[in-house]
């Protein structure tokens, strides 16, 4: 209030408030990809605050994000300047600015079929919603019950799940593959994913952005368990991924239409990272078929440690994928960029 005030009489706080403020904060919700370290804080194997992780991370810092650095939800604090990076919510140490700002509540490890995240004991969809909406009382208490309405309806909501489903639970458990075909799995994922967002826009969710699976089938650990001598991509990972995404994508089309002021939008990241894993020079990389961590061809979280540094490489900025899952920050920074610009109006 007081600085509305200012502005009429001060430059200086004309510029302090003419900063980029397209959304008041962003709120996170899905799986490692997106994950700043809630993990830290459950009890779970799903975990990698210790190193090398975050061997870039601000002078070298484990954070429990799964990459060396940067994850896209930092990506995508910074570039609506909201903050430079965006913290897990569990974070005992978070201040009311911090809330004001947005956080994640999401948990490596996490899916949209609620079996992938009790395989794993980390927080589902539905627990990541219970946190939201003790955030919400968080913020009622701060601004009153109708500037919580208001302020909610112009936070930039991101949800980023779903490769676990597909990588983990169909294709390496045997749990969901004796029931069901992938097209009845994709319908079973896409019915828990269209619930959230109805639960979601019923907390008062009204700008939703929707990220698509990546190629999953071409990660380095897929390769190394499906792809044969020559480590070649998994057809049948990349087709589930692409059947699951246009099945989404319907979805976000739908609930556009049945969801009164509700702006929601696909982005798509599977073009974007296979364009990056398939002409990776262009990109500035040199490696895309292996991680940096040791071997580079299956560790990924526990396996991903200190014991494999001697095989771990010198420069990940050169390397598409960080560990045998997840791509490097220099790799996310690209595709945030990518996936920042797509569709972006539709939002605003
Ligand atoms: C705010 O940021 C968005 C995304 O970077 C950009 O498209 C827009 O032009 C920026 N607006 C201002 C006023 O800087
Ligand atoms: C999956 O959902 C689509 C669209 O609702 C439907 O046409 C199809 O029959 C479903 N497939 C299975 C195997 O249930």
Not at 327 to 346: G, R
Request: charged fraction near 20%.
């Amino acid at each position: 209030m007081l600085c509305i005030f200012v502005v009429l009489l001060s430059e200086g706080c004309i510029l302090a408030l003419s900063k980029n403020t397209t959304f008041p904060a962003i709120i996170v919700f899905g799986d490692s990809i997106v994950d700043p370290g809630n993990n830290n804080y459950i009890s779970t194997i799903i975990k990698c605050d210790f190193a090398p992780y975050g061997r870039d991370f601000q002078g070298g810092k484990p954070t429990g994000r799964f990459s060396n650095g940067k994850v896209p939800s930092d990506f995508a604090a910074e570039f609506y300047g909201i903050k430079e990076l965006l913290p897990a919510y569990l974070d005992p140490n978070l201040n009311l600015q911090d809330l004001l700002t947005g956080v994640s509540f999401a948990s490596g490890g996490a899916g949209y079929d609620p079996l992938t995240s009790k395989i794993v004991s980390v927080l589902s969809l539905s627990d990541q919603l219970e946190l939201f909406k003790e955030y919400k009382e968080k913020i009622k208490l701060a601004m009153g019950e109708e500037q919580t309405t208001n302020f909610l309806s112009k936070v930039l909501f991101i949800i980023c799940t779903g490769s676990d489903d597909i990588a983990n639970t169909y294709f390496t458990t045997p749990f969901r593959r004796a029931h069901y075909d992938i097209d009845s799995y994709t319908n079973l994922t896409i019915s828990s994913a269209s619930q959230f967002f109805q639960e979601l826009y019923g907390e008062g969710a009204r700008r939703i952005a929707i990220l698509g699976l990546p190629p999953i089938g071409c990660v380095p650990s897929q390769r190394t368990l499906g792809g044969g001598k020559q480590r070649g991509c998994v057809e049948a990972a990349n087709r589930a991924a692409t059947l699951f995404n246009s099945k989404l994508s319907a979805q976000v089309d739908s609930l556009k239409k049945s969801l009164p002021g509700l702006k929601t939008v696909y982005n798509d990241i599977y073009n974007p990272l296979l364009s990056i894993i398939q002409n990776p020079q262009k990109y500035g990389f040199e490696e895309a078929n292996k991680g940096c961590c040791g071997t580079g061809n299956i560790e990924v979280s526990i396996l991903c440690n200190q014991l494999s540094n001697h095989k771990t490489c010198k420069d990940a900025s050169k390397f598409v994928f960080w560990d045998s899952y997840h791509p490097t920050e220099a790799a996310y920074k690209i595709l945030s960029s990518v996936i920042l610009n797509q569709h972006l109006n539709d939002l605003l």
